[in-house]
């Protein structure tokens, strides 16, 4: 067959909008036909029709606490100074929370405002105004009375108020079906053995949990191969039990791409590309009446279609609409360049620095599901923007709480796998609170608390003439700054080899091989320099290594760099090494501190800090990454 490789590039509010019309043309918004349930199994349901109590709550007049119930007028003119007695008898009873009330009385007096004098005679010292202490007939629900209107997500306390006026079933609209198809030959279910080009299939996983979490009902299918009649079948069976139909992979314009072609030959596309990055190949289409869309095959491009133009559909078909998320304005961290005419969607990593909540941009690529994991919310660049400098205010989409996020120690510069365990600790005793580390290298660091845009900075900058560690550094960059300089760990840095060391790889030296390619770290990285220092010290110009352009900004990067065997040595931590079973060439032995702000001193942002790194807990699991010493962690080594 032919294929379509023309991808559009229609504005995003266009595409969400003309679809939602499309498909209420079509009759694919109307909610199905309203099924009966139990109240107590309705939670999270919406209401076919409005909720009408059959009787009224409470439906006698009940005493609100435990005492006497009397008649009001009984109790007139008593007081401090003149203590009236009553006696039990025809209009004087006691009484307990939840009791009728007894003919003839219109109070009730609580148990702690009466004194018993006798047996059955008490005084009080204050009279009791009419209908005190009394929930009277229909004072919760009165019968004939609306307890909930139609279209409304059921909670667990409307539950109970319907069950309180006499209500056990109500009618509630039925969770849509939604059809999840995987498409790929390269697909394996999760657990399955891999071999070189397998991908572990994993997204309708995500789907449906999504699906069910706005209130749909996900049906998966088993993976379907790249063959075109195969997956024609598949879609028909799909239609035929499902209310929505996603087809995830195969939206694209390669040779096996054909979600589009099939759409278009079974129904009608919408449109195949939207103008969003990421997330542009999805499809948008409608076959046999019903919502039909192809979800590209990356895990973020795939979450962002999801939420983008398949949550409002699931939304409608229950007739409620999705929830605005909460949004606050941020402080960009750093510049955000993005192209003209594509509408780009940016995780960030959030955290409140003094009064402003910043915002640093983690990894924009669409096949990067740790940085949903990994992200506190979402940018959104106008289509019409290049981006936002740094410094730059704008609102970005929370997808944690704002309490969260304001409890979050924000941690800027260098990386090091102890800060992934200290924020794991972090976690532990303190649950209400968390670490967001962002990787820009020491020298970012540093530059972001200049800027007052962390709580702190991890870095390790060797000093080439003292020898010392970061001091130097903070005394050019932060003159003015009372800081104090904390030690996490002292670490082995080296060469990151493949393991058994096949190139023979000695030292520094051997960079300079013409049959060796290389795996940088990122500028300002304090990696980076020490390379550099090295080099110098070699007399070797970094321009002749092959592969000194291209950049990394974590260690653990550097090590998948290697072990995928796209390069075959990057200099970074023993740790690194070990967590992917590579060898390691040692060149030194590195001091790794936090440069802190004296105003963040004695926060919680930092006590609790302190509290981790000196938990024996935390010491075992770094000294076992291999590669640390921890003799000064937590020791001051410098104070300006």
Not at 193 to 216: C, H, M, P, Q, S
Not at 395 to 400: C, S, Y
Not at 465 to 485: A, H, Q
Not at 539 to 555: C, D, K, M
Request: glycine letters at 10%; proline letters at 6%.
């Amino acid at each position: 067959m032919k294929r379509d490789v023309y991808l559009s590039d229609r504005p995003l509010e266009e595409a969400q909008t003309g679809y939602m019309e499309l498909l209420q043309r079509a009759g694919a918004m109307n909610p199905g036909r309203p099924e009966l349930v139990e109240v107590e199994k309705a939670s999270g349901r919406i209401t076919a029709a409005p909720v009408y109590a059959r009787v009224s709550s409470p439906h006698y007049n009940a005493s609100a606490m435990d005492g006497v119930a009397v008649r009001s007028m009984d109790t007139f003119g008593a007081s401090e100074t003149s203590p009236k007695k009553l006696t039990l008898g025809e209009f004087v009873h006691m009484v307990d929370t939840g009791d009728p009330l007894p003919p003839g009385c219109d109070a009730v007096i609580m148990i702690e405002d009466i004194h018993f004098v006798a047996e059955e005679e008490f005084e009080i010292i204050a009279a009791a105004s009419p209908w005190q202490h009394i929930r009277v007939i229909g004072e919760d629900v009165v019968a004939t009375e609306m307890i909930l209107p139609g279209n409304h997500r059921l909670r667990p306390v409307d539950l109970g108020g319907i069950l309180a006026g006499g209500v056990t079933e109500i009618y509630v609209y039925p969770r849509p079906r939604v059809a999840l198809l995987p498409t790929g030959s390269e697909l394996v279910q999760p657990g399955a053995g891999l071999k070189e080009g397998d991908i572990i299939e994993y997204n309708t996983r995500v789907f449906g949990a999504l699906v069910e979490e706005w209130g749909g009902m996900p049906i998966r299918y088993e993976i379907t191969v790249d063959d075109y009649n195969l997956l024609r079948e598949r879609l028909k069976s799909a239609l035929a039990g499902a209310d929505v139909v996603l087809i995830n992979a195969g939206s694209s314009a390669g040779r096996e791409d054909y979600t589009a072609a099939l759409i278009a030959e079974m129904g009608e596309v919408y449109t195949h590309g939207v103008a969003i990055k990421p997330g542009k190949p999805v499809i948008l289409g409608l076959v046999d009446g019903k919502p039909v869309v192809g979800v590209p095959g990356y895990p973020v491009s795939a979450v962002l279609g999801m939420d983008l133009f398949v949550r409002p559909v699931v939304y409608r078909k229950l007739g409620s609409v999705p929830p605005v998320r909460p949004r606050v304005d941020c402080f960009m961290s750093r510049k955000i360049v993005s192209p003209m005419g594509v509408e780009e969607f940016v995780r960030v990593k959030l955290g409140r620095v003094g009064e402003k909540i910043i915002a640093t941009p983690i990894s924009r690529g669409a096949g990067v599901i740790m940085s949903m994991i990994r992200a506190d919310g979402m940018l959104r660049v106008p289509r019409l923007s290049e981006g936002y400098n740094a410094g730059a205010t704008a609102p970005v989409e929370l997808m944690r709480s704002i309490e969260e996020i304001r409890e979050t120690t924000v941690v800027i510069g260098s990386h090091d796998i102890a800060l992934d365990v200290l924020a794991n600790y972090l976690r532990k005793i303190h649950p209400e609170a968390s670490l967001s580390s962002a990787h820009v290298g020491s020298l970012g660091g540093l530059s972001a608390l200049k800027r007052g845009e962390a709580h702190c900075a991890g870095t390790h900058l060797l000093d080439e003439e003292t020898g010392d560690y970061n001091v130097s550094y903070i005394k050019r960059l932060l003159p003015d700054r009372g800081i104090v300089l904390l030690n996490l760990v002292y670490r082995e840095q080296g060469l990151i080899v493949a393991e058994g060391n096949p190139k023979g790889i000695t030292g520094v030296g051997d960079l300079a091989r013409p049959d060796m390619s290389y795996i940088n770290r990122q500028r300002g990285a304090g990696t980076r320099i020490l390379l550099d220092f090295k080099l110098k010290e070699a007399g070797i110009v970094p321009s002749i290594i092959n592969g000194y352009q291209r950049e990394e900004y974590t260690h653990m990067a550097v090590a998948a760099a290697v072990a995928s065997g796209s390069a075959d040595a990057g200099m970074g931590i023993r740790a690194a090494a070990k967590a992917l079973g590579l060898d390691f060439v040692s060149v030194v032995e590195e001091r790794y501190d936090l440069c802190i702000p004296r105003e963040y001193w004695d926060t919680p942002y930092v006590t609790r800090l302190l509290e981790v790194l000196k938990m024996p807990e935390f010491r075992e699991e770094v000294l076992s990454l291999g590669g640390y010493d921890l003799r000064d962690c937590s020791k001051i080594m410098w104070e300006s």
